[in-house]
């Protein structure tokens, strides 16, 4: 499972007081998670989230629920349930004869 909420790191070098403040990198994926942390009901960073991990991946959420790619794809079908996309990238994830629950509580 990838721990993303707290991979963060400094890509500066230790400063002295009184100097510019230390800056922190973010991956994509961090950016992703920061994205839905500020706004939970935007399917995009859903979305994007998804297509960054692989099959067997997971990503760790700031509420702490660590999702794959399917519940990334689903969650961003709950947030715009007319995103073609996110539909025909779960049908992508999913194994032949596999369903899900649609947050609705469609099949």
Request: glycine share 4%; hydrophobic share 35%; aromatic share 6%.
């Amino acid at each position: 499972m990838l721990h993303l909420v707290a991979q963060m790191r400094s890509t500066a070098p230790h400063t002295a007081p009184h100097t510019a403040p230390r800056t922190q990198a973010m991956s994509r994926q961090q950016s992703l998670v920061m994205a839905i942390y500020r706004n939970s009901n935007d399917g995009l960073p859903y979305f994007n989230l998804g297509e960054s991990l692989k099959a067997t991946d997971k990503v760790q959420l700031h509420d702490g629920r660590a999702l794959d790619k399917k519940q990334l794809y689903l969650e961003a079908i709950r947030c715009d349930p007319k995103d073609s996309s996110a539909f025909y990238n779960l049908a992508l994830a999913l194994a032949v004869g596999e369903t899900k629950q649609l947050h609705d509580g469609r099949v």
